[in-house]
């Protein structure tokens, strides 16, 4: 069976929380992270879910890549992390919209939070966990962060504004 890849980014803010968004219609709660449009490379994969899902604009230069990881039997994630100044959560927007069972159309994350390290384990699935705090050191890619890169300056898409269409992505 050939895996798939989801390409996801670790948002940190200087204080070493990690930015989470709801996934609507579930109890878990996740990074932003998704599947390529075919055409990307994994860094404009993570910058695109971001702005997607949180409404959060990156570059694809401003990400530093952690590396592949086992996520499922039948998918891999491939993380990239960036260190954001501190913003209020509920600020986010997600634009990324599915149907549900009856047929409503639904934003794919419905709420958004930074949340302490210790605390994954009650907000995510176990899946996502695992990578997060056994096979990742979250503590040590924050901190190197610190040391390494400046802050980043959050800018959030406008609530009912511009689609990723108006989001200029780098080459």
Known sequence: ??????CGVLVFDAAGQLLLC???DSRYWDIPKGASDGQEQGAQTAVREAFEECGLRLLPAQLREIGLFPYRRDKELRLFAAL???F???SCVCSSFYMDRRGRRRPEMDGFRWSAFEQLPRFCAPSLVTVLTQELSLAGIHGQLLYEVRPIDAVLAPRGGLGIDHFERSP
């Open 1 to 6: 069976m050939e895996k798939s890849t989801s």
């Open 22 to 24: 709801h996934a609507t």
């Open 84 to 86: 954001v100044r501190h």
């Open 88 to 90: 209020e959560a509920k």
